[in-house]
């Protein structure tokens, strides 16, 4: 137990990608085997980090659970890794998607054992992120990531995916090309990538220096948009966001889970963990333009899904929308570090992060449910399904409320704390993505007129087209999702403590 | 028990109910609705209790009942939830709790149980009927909702929200009951779901209502902001007002608490239909009809008068009691401007339900004028006293409807529709106890004098009105009540006097004692319980019974109002518009057969002075537009990919320019090819001296040698 104990953070990190290696040698054709390993394995890091949560002290200011080994000692890097109430809430939240995911995968009858292995291997990638406490180590994992992902949507995608996972990758590498280059830069300039240690000498830099030539100022700018840009491919905000539903909606079901439940939220942890408390200073000046490409997101995001006729589109635009509330809060944050206001609106943006990795990755998977089933995800052949679906159709509609912010259910909470931090900052722009707001109620409305409602749908009520109600194991996916969604919507205090003094601490 | 602990219990049993229903007992419906008729029961049990501990209690107003705890960490500090029962709300309380009741009592009746399956009914539609052998006999009686257990547990869920909003001590959870009741009515108004004007309506229900949401959502938050905390004791205080009141805006000169006022009233108009977003209403009129009596009578759109009620101080700070400020100005506006524009339009329908809504939308108007011109009881009064006779009539409706659809089904003419009221006449005789009890709900809403509560309640609003010289309100307000009188007289003509005028009114029949029953509990409070708030000053009854309700719920606020002094010119008022609009009213419909012998059905009346074409040609339309061709098609797939794309194929371009110029010409052709194109001229042409004669090598061996060794000999010694 000591053992255990002592190395949380490190058998989290790295047992997925283990339990993937044993599966390298299990045998090819024993379907069940492979699921129920990989669900099991995926499970581990569930619990563990269940019982980081539960000895995580909230009081204390800083990391804990700190784990360091030598990397790469010539270049000063290290496997730094601990978290705080930021990133924890993220590993949970990582750590419960992935069975989930893996569970809602059982259907998967094609190659299953290397795809069991990608989700883990994915798992590791992600994790590594949110843990990471130097920054090499940090842009390794956030590389990692991709591959998986990549192979997910290209082997086991629909029609388009070659042009899907080609976007996908080329336009995330592309985007953290300067981030590379920017980190390359802080190691250089220190001699080091540890984090915590960056926080505190690069704050220190006194405005005469000159560094490689220029002033500490221009070097910073270049720095923060470098950093930005990445982080803004990922989240992602308008106009970057275009590569999102082509690999949202190419991906398999479980892939678009993770992707919108997970991945996602990488590029808001950027902001949150390196850009603001590394460039405080640059986040207040370009704190407009953060807040208007985030409402930009919001609106345009909400319209964009409003205009959609395949029902996976429209999933995967409202993550452009609900994600643009996590950059409005940030940039809010940034303009006014340090008062009341912006930590109101640091814990919704954070909070949102996580409720929408839960009711994303529940659509994502409705939407799967469905498509499996059908084989179509036109918006136009459904409609009527209520009456051959009741269960199913009872759970979409509390997904959706989920989705649509619905007072009671957790987006509110955070949706609501977000406009409420960001009203007195940018009010004018709070008050625009208002609009999106309302649009959000359009389109998940149009959603469940064009799935649900109408005349009962005989195309498919009788014969081989007959839809089948969904099923016991697809209800145990959205189980926890469900029950966490309306947990946090009637007493968000238990997630918003730990996330409130990680901000009062942070910021 | 305490009352505070009371209190907390009141919405719990319905939601309970809900989840109960939802996720076991939705196979039975008997269970279903024993469950969600049972959960109504005791709320409405326990909220009598709180009611009748309330009035109990001395000075209310200053001590009243209140729990809250911590909610959301924010920073350093929390935000509080809570519950609060103050005067206002110990007596929205009572009337809540009994419509409510009434409504889940009368759905069992509505829905058919005890009624056997349909023969072709299906999820989704209104049950059409099942076929009985009786004696060898066959005959089509009415059949059982299919969902009949899902329409209990949408009740229960809308019954906790409007509890929610009724106990909040605070903004946030009545914006959380709010908007669960914007859930809940378009679930229910999208009930028959399988209707596509039902689901048409549902969206437009919850989407014309969102429009007044996050308007609302802006005021909490700027509310929150400005104040630190939402709950109204904490807002209401004098020290925090006037930094409201004081505190000015960039927008139309308004005082921060004139701006979030009307940024939270934005929201009232949503959910109380006023103009402009009033077209939602009578479209809501798809779902059941308890759904209608819920949503326009006890709940929904009271919740709208009630938000405006409970933010009173922060609306009338700043107010002398004379001059309106720039925010009342507005509230009185649109709330006598819709009081006018609705009843005009309900002259002209001949749906039995949708008079009433527009009339329900025009009687909001009434309370929201008083409330903008700072007669706070008056509005209090109208809005329980509507609540009662409203809820009568739509459940009145329901039953005529019912029982016309009985007939329907005797008849087999599906064509008929049961809800229009050319179809009817003469009903009284035929649904005895329905016809007694809507002529009670009728008369209530036209204010016929003394008798019912609806006069003392609308007789106040008119006489505040005069009284403080709000001489544009007064009239308005006595034009709209002379026609509500006018209307209200012609859909009794219509429906229950004269003859019937189809074969299916004729059959028709009066319905079971679960629909009948809440009909009489109603007609009752529609008749007593304007004798509460007789004004001391009225000739021959003031001070009969005392005017407790004044002194009850105006104890709600720090200022205590001012008893009105008698004026004449008021009540005169308020007799002729209610007695001479139901004389005419009958005078003109007394002898009227169809549509067509109807003066008043005028195109731009019966259209609703055509907002609804206006609004989709202005608003629906170019949003449809702006999202599928602008943003989807031209801004995202055309210019964001387009740039994207082509920037790959400007990167493929120089990839080839790279490759058929440089690589394959220079590195290919001519390093690659070109050195082992020389390799092997070399190589062919050396050829001819590998003969494999030992003899000729020794003699290039020498040659070499000698040519070497003088080479070397040469440069090196010479």
């Given at each position: 137990?000591?053992f255990?104990a ?5 058998l989290i990190l ?8 044993i599966?390298?040698?299990l045998p090819?054709?024993?379907n069940k085997?492979?699921?129920w ?11 563990l ?6 000895n995580?002290n909230a ?5 804990q659970f700190e784990?360091?080994y030598?990397?790469y ?6 496997l730094?890794l601990?978290?705080?109430?930021l990133?924890?809430t ?5 750590t419960?998607?992935?069975p989930?995911?893996?569970l809602?995968?059982?259907?998967i009858t094609?190659?299953?054992?290397p ?7 994915l798992?590791?990638g ?8 130097d920054?090499l180590?940090?842009?390794v994992f ?6 998986p ?5 290209n ?9 899907a ?13 300067g981030l ?5 830069m802080?190691?250089?300039l220190?001699?080091?990538f ?14 005469d220096r000159?560094l ?5 100022h ?8 470098a950093?930005?840009?990445a982080f803004a491919v990922?989240?992602?905000l ?9 690999a949202?909606?190419e991906?398999?079901?479980a892939g678009s889970?993770?992707l ?5 939220k990488?590029?808001a942890?950027?902001?949150?963990r390196l850009i603001?408390p590394?460039?405080?200073v ?9 807040a208007f490409l ?8 909400a319209?964009?899904?409003y205009?959609q006729t ?5 999933v ?9 509330f996590v950059?409005?809060?940030i940039?809010a944050a940034?303009?006014a570090s340090?008062?009341t206001?912006?930590?109101i609106a640091l814990n919704g943006?954070?909070l949102q ?6 009711s994303a ?9 469905i498509?499996?089933r059908?084989?179509?995800?036109n ?5 009527g ?5 009741p ?8 997904t959706?409320m989920a989705?649509?912010g ?5 987006g509110?909470?955070?949706e ?6 960001a009203?007195p900052?940018l009010?004018?722009y ?6 999106g707001?309302?649009?959000?109620g ?8 064009k799935?649900?409602h ?6 498919w009520?009788h ?9 016991t194991?697809?209800?145990l996916?959205?189980a ?5 969604i ?7 205090a ?6 409130n ?7 | 028990?305490?009352t505070?602990?009371l209190?907390?219990l009141i ?11 939802v ?5 039975s419906?008997?269970l279903?609705?024993t ?5 109504a029961?005791l709320?409405w049990?326990?909220s009598?209790v ?17 729990s809250?705890?911590n909610?959301l960490?924010?920073g350093?500090t929390?935000?509080k939830?809570?519950?609060l029962?103050?005067?206002v709300?110990?007596?929205v309380?009572f009337?809540?709790?009994?419509t ?5 009592l009368?759905?069992v009746?509505?829905h058919?149980?005890g009624?056997?399956?349909?023969d ?14 009786e004696?060898g006999?066959k005959?089509?009686v009415?059949?059982?909702?299919p969902?009949?257990?899902r ?6 869920l809308f ?6 909003l ?6 946030l959870t009545?914006?959380?009951g709010?908007?669960i009741?914007?859930?809940?009515s ?8 399988g209707k596509p004007?039902a689901r ?12 007044g ?6 005021g909490?938050?700027?509310?929150y902001?400005a104040?630190?905390t939402?709950?109204?004791r ?5 020290e925090?007002l ?10 139309f ?6 701006l979030?006022?009307l940024l939270?009233?934005?929201?009232t ?5 006023q103009?402009?977003?009033?077209v ?8 059941p009809t308890p759904?209608?009596?819920m ?9 709208g008068?009630y938000a405006v009620?409970?933010m009173?101080?922060?609306l009338?700070?700043d107010?002398?009691?004379h001059?309106?400020?720039t925010a009342m100005?507005v509230?009185?506006f ?5 009081a006018l ?5 309900a002259?002209?329908q001949n749906d039995?339900k949708r ?7 025009s ?16 509005a ?7 609540a009662?006779f409203?809820?009568?009539l ?5 039953s005529?409807?019912?029982?016309m ?7 087999g003419?599906h064509e008929?529709?049961?809800q229009?009221?050319f179809n009817?006449g003469g ?5 005895p106890?329905t016809?007694w009890?809507?002529?009670?709900g ?5 204010g ?10 609308k007789d106040?609003i ?8 709000h001489?544009?309100v007064f ?10 009188a006018f ?15 189809t074969?299916?009114?004729e ?10 029953a ?12 304007g ?5 001391e000053h009225?000739?021959?009854f003031?001070?009969l019974v005392p005017n ?6 105006g ?8 008893a009105?002094?008698f ?5 005169l ?11 005419f009213g009958?005078?003109?419909?007394r002898?009227?057969?169809t ?6 059905q005028?195109?731009?009346l ?13 608003f629906?339309k170019p949003a449809?537009?702006?999202s599928?061709?602008?943003v ?17 194929k400007?990167?493929q371009?120089?990839g ?7 690589d394959?010409p ?6 690659g090819d070109?050195t082992?194109?020389?390799t092997q ?5 050396l050829r ?6 030992v ?9 070499i040698?000698?040519v070497?060794?003088?080479?070397l000999y ?5």
């Open positions: 137990m000591n255990i002592s190395h949380y953070l490190t790295f047992f997925p990608a283990l339990a993937a290696v599966m390298l040698f090819r054709d024993e085997l492979l699921r390993f990989a669900f099991g394995a995926s499970l581990v890091p569930f619990v980090s269940l019982m980081v949560w539960v995580f009081d204390q200011p800083g990391f784990e360091s030598v990397w000692e010539a270049i000063g890097s290290s730094h601990g978290v705080d109430g990133s924890l993220m590993v949970l939240l990582t419960l998607l992935t989930l995911a893996i809602a995968s059982f259907s094609d190659r299953v054992k795809y069991m292995m990608l989700f883990l291997f798992e590791t992600m994790l590594g992120v949110f843990m990471a406490l920054l180590i940090f842009f956030w590389e990692v990531g991709l591959v992902m990549y192979f997910l949507i082997q086991w995608g629909s029609a388009n995916r070659d042009y996972s080609l976007k996908f990758m080329i336009y995330t590498m592309g985007g953290s090309l590379l280059l920017a980190i390359q802080l190691g250089v220190f001699g080091t540890d984090l915590v240690s960056l926080y505190r000498q690069w704050n220190s830099l006194t405005a000159v490689l030539g220029m002033s500490v221009t070097v910073k700018t270049i720095a923060f948009w950093f930005v840009i990922k989240v992602p308008w106009p970057f966001h275009t590569w999102l539903p082509d949202h909606t991906a398999p079901t889970m993770l919108a439940g997970v991945l996602l990488l590029g942890y950027g902001f949150l603001l590394l460039y405080p640059e986040a207040k000046m370009f704190a407009g333009a953060l985030a409402v930009a997101a919001i609106v345009f995001g319209f964009a899904a205009g395949d029902f996976k589109r429209l995967a635009y409202s993550s452009v929308n609900h994600m643009g950059v409005l809060g940039a940034g303009l340090g008062t206001d912006a930590a943006a954070i992060m996580f409720n929408h990795g839960l990755a529940g659509m994502f998977f409705l939407v799967g449910v498509y499996e059908t084989h179509t995800r918006l136009e052949e459904f409609g399904l209520f009456p051959l679906v269960v199913y159709g009872g759970i979409l509609i509390f959706s989705s649509l619905l007072p009671g259910l957790n509110f909470v955070s609501f704390l977000v406009v409420r931090g009203f900052i009010t004018v709070t008050a625009i993505s208002m609009l707001l309302l649009f959000t359009a389109y998940i409305l149009k959603g469940i007129k799935v649900l109408g005349p009962v749908n005989e195309h009520a014969g081989e087209h007959k839809l089948t109600e969904i099923s194991r697809e209800i996916v959205m926890p999702l469900m029950a966490l309306l947990w946090i919507g009637i007493w968000p238990w997630i918003l403590n730990v996330i003094k990680a901000v009062v601490a942070l910021f | 028990m305490t505070e602990t209190i907390w919405p719990l049993p319905p939601i309970l109910a809900f989840f109960l229903i996720l076991f007992t939705n196979k419906k008997a279903s609705h469950i969600g008729v049972g959960a029961a709320s049990l326990a009598m709180v009611f009748f501990r309330a009035i109990g209690v001395e000075h209310l107003g200053e001590h009243p009942f209140e809250s705890l909610w960490p924010t350093d929390f935000l939830i809570g519950v029962i103050d005067p709300g110990a007596a309380l009337f809540v709790s009994i409510i009741f009434m409504i889940f009368y759905s009746g509505y058919n149980f009624q056997p399956k349909g072709h009914d299906v999820a989704g539609l209104p049950p059409h009927g099942a076929t009985v052998e004696h006999r005959h089509v009415p059949s059982i909702e969902m009949y257990s329409f209990f547990a949408f009740l229960g019954a906790f929200g409007m509890y929610t009724v106990v909040s001590d605070n903004l009545l914006f959380v709010w908007e009741m914007g859930l809940c378009y679930l229910l108004i999208g009930f028959w779901y004007s048409n309506a549902a969206i437009k229900a919850f989407m014309t209502t969102r429009v949401d996050v308007f609302m959502l802006l909490i938050a700027f509310l902001w104040t630190g939402l709950s109204f904490e807002i209401f205080t004098e925090t006037h930094i409201l009141g004081t505190t000015m805006t960039p927008i000169g308004l005082s921060a608490a004139g979030i006022a939270l009233f934005i929201g108009v949503g959910k109380s239909a103009w402009p977003l009033h939602w209403l009578p479209d809501a009129m798809e779902g759904v209608s009596a949503i326009h009578a006890a709940t929904m759109v009271s919740a008068v009620i409970r009173f101080p922060l009338t700070t107010f002398n009691g001059e309106l400020t100005s509230v009185a649109i709330g006598a401007f819709t524009f609705a009843a005009t339009i002259v002209a039995i008079v009433l809504a527009y009339s329900t939308i009687q909001l108007g009434f309370m929201i004028a008083a409330l903008g011109i700072g007669a706070y009881v008056a209090v009064f109208h809005l329980i006293t509507h009662f409203k809820a009568l739509f459940l009145g409706s329901g005529v409807i019912h029982g659809e009985h007939g329907v089904l005797h008849t003419n008929t529709d049961p229009n009221m009817m009903l009284r005789n035929k649904m106890i016809f009890t809507f002529l009670i009728g008369f209530a809403l036209s016929f004098p003394i008798l019912t509560a609806g006069f003392w309640s106040e008119l006489a505040d009105a005069f009284g403080h010289g001489m544009a009239i308005t307000l006595a034009v709209a009540a002379f026609m509500t209307y209200t007289m012609r859909q009794i003509t219509l429906t229950f006097l004269g003859e019937p005028r074969k299916e009114a059959h028709a029949q009066e319905t079971p004692w679960t629909m009948t809440p009909l009489v509990v109603l007609a009752f409070f529609a008749v007593t319980y004798w509460v708030g007789i004004p009225f000739p021959l003031g001070g407790w309700f004044h002194e009850f719920v104890g709600t606020l720090a200022e205590h109002p001012e009105l002094e004026n004449v010119v008021p009540l008022t308020s007799l002729f518009v209610a007695l001479g609009g139901l004389f009958w005078l003109a419909y002898n009227v057969q549509p067509a012998e109807d003066k008043f005028i195109p731009v019966k259209n609703k002075w055509y907002f609804d074409e206006a609004y989709d040609f202005l629906v449809y537009w702006f599928e061709t602008f989807s098609a031209w801004m995202d797939k055309g210019v964001i990919d387009g740039i994207l794309h082509t920037f790959g400007v990167t371009f120089l080839d320019i790279i490759r058929n110029y440089f394959l220079v590195i290919n052709r001519f390093f070109g082992a194109d020389a001229w070399v190589g062919r042409n001819p001296i590998q003969t494999g004669r003899q000729q090598y020794f003699m290039l061996a020498l040659v040698f000698i070497v060794g003088a080479a040469y440069l090196l010694l010479a």
